[in-house]
């Protein structure tokens, strides 16, 4: 879609602010990488369309369901036909890769920079691109792990085995009985790991990772840091777009640049320090990606 020469959506001023981004990228001392699922939609997971389809088609029929993620929360009769979509929905989001590079251009842009990525994403796709796992803070959760439901513990537990055992062994849209993961601990249902009500759990693993994340913005506090927003919706900005905000205005250093379709904006108190493209964050990080090989 794009080359060297031509501009992001026909415009000039956009490819000047891609231009302006590169140069940033370049100039920063330290980059926080801060994504949203606009990243991965990107990257081609996406919930409704073909995907959606060929995977969901028989519970499309049933229920009429019209996307992954609202399906997510139906309110099935048994356990069984539960597991049977989501061992499925953690499959394909979880367990196969992107279809498109965006989260391997996105490496090969901050990979010679002390980076770290604070995302609400949970789909794991930053460790499987070759991110480093240390350098990375998942907020929200991890469609790679179950808890209990209760929660009796603050524990998680990988799941790949159990879901791909779920996905061999359905049928008629259910799981056997016997895979209905239960909590080793208290023996009830276990859940997904992920931040939908104040059952969440914040495991070890968690909290190590909440705590190598401050100690980043601890070190790179009057530094020239380059706060780089990519395809963050309104859903939850206190997480990463309002802390970026004010984290660009207490630091005269810093830069606060903003990647999103659709909704890329700045206040005017560090509009002077910022960069905002209107545009797919895939394609603008193609670009970024040839303009530093230049």
Not at 161 to 190: F, H, N, T, W, Y
Request: glycine fraction near 6%; charge should be neutral; hydrophobic fraction near 35%.
């Amino acid at each position: 879609m794009f080359s060297r020469t031509q501009t992001i959506q026909s415009t000039r001023s956009c490819w000047d602010s891609v231009k302006k981004l590169a140069a940033e990228l370049k100039a920063a001392d330290a980059v926080l990488v801060g994504a949203g699922a606009g990243l991965s939609t990107s990257a081609g997971f996406t919930y409704t369309g073909k995907r959606f389809q060929e995977t969901f088609s028989d519970f499309i029929a049933k229920y009429g369901f019209r996307d992954m993620y609202s399906g997510g929360f139906y309110p099935f009769d048994s356990l069984e036909e539960h597991w049977a979509y989501w061992s499925r929905y953690i499959y394909i989001n979880r367990y196969q890769d992107a279809p498109k590079s965006v989260y391997r251009d996105l490496l090969e842009l901050v990979r010679d920079k002390d980076y770290f990525v604070l995302t609400t994403n949970v789909d794991h796709c930053f460790q499987k691109a070759g991110f480093d796992k240390h350098r990375l803070f998942y907020t929200q959760g991890d469609y790679g792990l179950f808890q209990c439901s209760k929660p009796c513990h603050d524990k998680t537990y990988d799941n790949e085995s159990l879901v791909r055992q779920m996905i061999d062994r359905q049928k008629d849209m259910r799981i056997p009985s016997e895979l209905v993961p239960r909590c080793p601990v208290c023996g009830a249902p276990m859940s997904m790991n992920l931040r939908a009500d104040d059952t969440f759990v914040e495991d070890a693993g968690w909290h190590k990772a909440a705590e190598r994340y401050q100690d980043f913005l601890r070190r790179h506090q009057s530094m020239r840091i380059l706060f780089l927003e990519l395809g963050v919706g309104s859903n939850t900005p206190g997480i990463i777009k309002y802390p970026f905000w004010q984290m660009t205005y207490q630091n005269p250093k810093a830069v606060y640049a903003c990647v999103n379709y659709g909704e890329a904006y700045v206040p005017r108190e560090i509009g002077e320090r910022s960069v905002c493209i209107d545009g797919d964050a895939g394609e603008v990080l193609k670009v970024l990606k040839e303009l530093k090989e230049i």
